[in-house]
């Protein structure tokens, strides 16, 4: 324990400080300044313990002094010392804490009964912080202690038995009481608009917990786990007006979207199916818009999309992904507040999406496209905007590779597409050329070089490719279906049918009917 003595007169305390018995009041050290400035050094090197200072000095006074450590945060016991009585002194005592306020003259012994008094004082200071600090840190000791407990529990590695949950709240030191209550568990979702780091999660916590008052809220990546007491709410519907306050300040506050699963409160014993459940719903239901679902009784989104494979072909053929991302975007961003779209319906769009994107490669015979089913395919079911993403990725994509080709192709696309619409007619080379306003000569050449094959051989390969859907899907004769796929014969038919596939129509139909 120190002190330290201040007085603008030298003698007075270099007489103090001689002459008490400072080992026996428990003084160790005795620090000395003779005006305000001194003191502050003193102060600004060391911590003081106990503070005997005049009151009238002329630079800087007792009280002037006294104010600068309590804006400074210092907090010494003080002991005002001074030759005059005023009133004005005794007020400034009062005012700034002052432990105790001495007349000069005063017998040693009696200042000594003083300063014993305050380093008792201060003792009972010093032990009263410790207690404080260690509370705080027994009290943050305990919320990780209790959140690692319902994190354990929650990913199952606590079992859910009663005796088994008394043995882990005693091994944790987890209050037993939290096996008394019943518990609200949330799962909040995250959709941000922008990268999400520690500072923002943090703040996102916050708001749950000034808003909330749980137990502990757990972070797992985008989702923020929170789980609370049934008592902190008189019934289900006054947390679930909590919940709608809550996400709705984070809505407004914090940039993103925050959809939150809840159900009423259940036993701890029950918390791992409950969760489960949550986990589920969160995997299972998709929206764009900041909303609370309750388990059980929130409401899907039934209308249908409204676009087709066709549709979404021929744009990509037109190398215009366009119309694909604004058809889903504006089916899956209209979904009514309060409802959801189903995981199978996002994979029914996927897969409608993967046959336009194989059907637009495949006429272009694009040997590549199995490639594209597999871009960003780790995340885009993870959240509409993932999905979006997706879908934005695979379009541009594919009508990359259509357009990879030099600028001559484009005649050559032209020339498959009006194929593929015309298998029935003629198609000579002529009219062909009309098309695309090339030579014949010109125009095969180019194409061959472009697919590697005749312009003569590919029309044929696609016309047995289209008798042989109709062979396997309708009854129709076999010379209806050469005159349908614009053979003016059914013995040339036959004939190059057989040079294709190494059998006839008939046994073709035969075999895979």
């Known amino acids: 324990m120190n002190i330290l003595i201040v007085d603008d007169e030298p003698l007075s305390v270099d007489s103090i400080a001689s002459s008490l018995h400072w080992e026996e009041i428990g003084i160790s050290t005795i620090h000395k300044a003779y005006s305000m400035k001194q003191a502050q050094a003193v102060f600004s090197n060391t911590i003081i313990d106990i503070l005997l200072c005049d009151i009238e000095m002329p630079r800087g006074s007792g009280i002037s002094l006294m104010e600068w450590i309590r804006a400074e945060g210092y907090s010494p016991v003080c002991i005002f010392l001074t030759s005059f009585s005023r009133f004005e002194y005794a007020s400034s005592a009062v005012r700034l804490q002052m432990f105790d306020y001495v007349l000069k003259p005063c017998e040693y012994s009696a200042l000594e009964d003083v300063i014993s008094r305050a380093v008792k004082k201060r003792q009972e200071d010093l032990q009263r912080k410790e207690k404080e600090e260690m509370g705080v840190l027994w009290s943050k000791d305990y919320q990780n202690r209790l959140a690692n407990f319902w994190y354990s529990l929650l990913r199952g590695n606590i079992p859910s ?80 007006i909590s919940c709608r306050h809550m996400v709705k300040s984070l809505h407004s506050l914090i940039s993103g979207e925050y959809i939150a699963h809840i159900t009423p409160a259940c036993p701890i014993g029950q918390a791992v199916e409950v969760f489960q459940q949550l986990t589920q719903d969160v995997q299972e239901k998709y929206t764009v818009q900041t909303s609370v679902f309750i388990s059980g009784q929130d409401e899907g989104y039934t209308r249908e999309p409204g676009f087709s494979v066709q549709e979404w072909t021929n744009a990509l053929l037109s190398r215009d992904p366009e119309p694909v991302l604004e058809n889903i975007n504006r089916y899956l961003t209209s979904i009514p507040s309060g409802q959801y779209i189903t995981r199978d319906r996002i994979r029914e769009i996927h897969d409608m999406l993967m046959d336009a994107v194989y059907g637009a490669l495949s006429v272009y015979r694009n040997q590549e496209h199995k490639e594209v089913s597999g871009m960003a395919a780790d995340n885009y079911l993870n959240s509409i905007p993932d999905f979006l993403l997706w879908v934005k990725n695979v379009t541009n994509e594919t009508v990359n590779r259509i357009t990879s080709k030099n600028s001559t192709a484009t005649a050559v696309d032209v020339v498959i597409r009006y194929i593929h619409d015309n298998l029935g007619n003629e198609l000579s080379r002529s009219e062909l050329m009309d098309v695309v306003h090339l030579h014949p000569d010109y125009l095969s050449a180019l194409f061959r070089q472009e697919t590697g094959i005749s312009l003569t051989k590919y029309i044929t390969q696609e016309r047995i490719n289209g008798a042989k859907n109709l062979l396997i899907a309708t009854d129709l004769p076999i010379s209806e279906i050469a005159t349908r796929n614009g053979f003016q014969s059914i013995a040339y038919f036959s004939k190059q049918f057989k040079n294709q596939e190494n059998m006839t129509p008939s046994e073709y139909r035969k075999k895979f009917r």
């Open 161 to 240: 038995d009663e005796d088994a949950l008394l043995r882990e709240c005693a091994n944790r030191g987890i209050k037993p009481e939290t096996l008394g209550h019943s518990w609200y568990i949330m799962l909040l979702r995250i959709l941000p608009r922008q990268e999400m780091d520690s500072i923002w999660k943090n703040a996102v916590k916050n708001i749950i917990v000034e808003s909330m008052k749980p137990a502990c809220v757990l972070v797992d990546s985008f989702t923020f786990i929170v789980v609370t007491a049934d008592v902190t709410y008189n019934d289900f519907p006054d947390y679930s």
